[in-house]
């Protein structure tokens, strides 16, 4: 952000960042963007305006909050933050998929749930939010967000949860790629934001591919169910490519860890024979319909498998991953950096990241300064930039030959 936008939007509060310890790695990946970017438009400022109250806590070494959420021997929690958030524009940022962390509990150990990091959230919130000038939530996957509505006596946890976030006072909830972002219509009147990735995801894939080509005659973008066609529909129409999709025919007589399993999928599209094909979703999962749709795509003669998922979670881990790729089913899955993942999948062949660190950071600025999202969130303008960017880096190949 420049010195103009700085002297015309000034922050509504001085900005700190509670990272759960869920969120830290990415907790300080954005506060280490935050802070490079606070610094250099700071010096773009003239003495009279970096003297200015309204620039308190503008450019600090961190926005990173001392906190903790310490457990008891029963296995019960709190909140203990160490720093005072009087009056301060907070951002807590909380990745309820992060299994990775333990607590102890009448000499057992525990592996956090979801359910586990929702409530330290939660706490977090407690011990703030009578403080803060506004407090803001982050959780990149949203909790409970693939039990969104109601079929026949279930719950509508999600729906509950993003009630009861705004009952604590909470201003702002801010996810990405929602399952299925209809779920905010149960908090009309509050702000909920959800961001998509797609930008991230074109140069993940250009960086892993320089030479790919985008055309209709080598490239298809495809749709692994009904429920991510908004996404292929969007990435299609920006990369000037078709789009095809599967239907997934289930057998709705059984449930299976907690679905009906699928029975067949059934294409409906053009050929795919000798082109790349890219899967959009949302997640990865257990992994098991995405791979079962590369599968599909290869037995159809498709070229290249490249996937593109928000949200990698591996819940059944990576073994059949690396079966598949050294099978020749998938080339490529590319997934954000905003949940958790093993070390061990940096390690694969197979897998490429799509950092949003940065989108983050420039989220989370424009929040603070209160103005339109416009500017980072018209992902069409940046994508087709990155395109022309690529046909002038081909051109200029072309006539230095």
């Not at 933050?81 to 299994?99: H, K, L, P, Q, W």
């Not at 025919?249 to 907690?258: A, E, I, L, P, T």
């Not at 928000?310 to 490529?332: A, P, Q, R």
Request: aromatic letters at 10%.
């Amino acid at each position: 952000m420049g010195n103009r936008e700085i002297v015309k939007n000034i922050p509504i509060a001085p900005l700190k960042i509670a990272a759960h310890v869920s969120a830290a790695s990415l907790g300080e990946e954005v506060n280490s963007y935050l802070v490079e970017e606070r610094k250099r438009a700071y010096e773009l400022l003239n003495e009279n305006q970096k003297d200015s109250l309204l620039l308190r806590g503008f450019n600090p070494d961190t926005f990173l909050v001392n906190h903790s959420c310490p457990r008891f021997g029963t296995g019960e929690a709190k909140a203990v933050v160490n720093e005072s958030m009087r009056g301060v524009d907070e951002f807590i940022i909380a990745d309820i998929t992060n299994c990775s962390n333990t607590y102890q509990i009448n000499g057992y150990t525990n592996h956090m749930s979801p359910d586990d990091i929702y409530s330290d959230l939660k706490r977090i919130i407690g011990a703030t939010v009578s403080r803060a000038h506004r407090v803001n939530v982050i959780m990149p996957f949203l909790y409970e967000s693939r039990q969104h509505k109601r079929a026949k006596r279930e719950s509508l946890d999600c729906a509950n949860a993003l009630h009861e976030l705004i009952d604590m006072g909470v201003k702002n909830i801010i996810t990405f790629d929602a399952h299925d972002p209809r779920v905010q219509n149960s908090i009309p009147l509050s702000g909920f934001d959800n961001f998509m990735p797609t930008y991230n995801f074109v140069k993940a894939l250009l960086k892993r591919y320089p030479d790919i080509e985008f055309s209709k005659d080598s490239m298809m973008i495809i749709s692994p169910d009904e429920g991510a066609m908004d996404r292929s529909v969007y990435l299609a129409n920006n990369l000037g490519v078709d789009m095809g999709m599967f239907y997934k025919r289930r057998d709705y007589s059984k449930v299976v860890n907690g679905r009906n399993p699928i029975v067949a999928h059934e294409f409906l599209g053009n050929s795919v024979k000798g082109k790349t094909v890219i899967i959009v979703d949302d997640m990865i999962s257990s992994g098991e319909s995405m791979l079962d749709t590369a599968m599909e795509l290869k037995e159809r003669q498709a070229g290249r498998v490249i996937v593109l998922c928000t949200f990698g979670l591996f819940t059944n881990g990576f073994e059949k991953f690396d079966e598949f790729y050294e099978k020749g089913f998938i080339d490529c899955i590319i997934t954000t950096n905003l949940n958790y993942k093993p070390m061990e999948i940096y390690t694969k062949k197979w897998y490429e990241e799509a950092n949003c660190s940065r989108y983050l950071a420039e989220i989370i600025d424009n929040f603070n300064h209160d103005i339109s999202m416009s500017s980072i969130t018209e992902g069409t303008n940046r994508i087709q930039g990155l395109l022309q960017k690529k046909k002038e880096d081909s051109q200029q190949k072309l006539f230095s030959c």
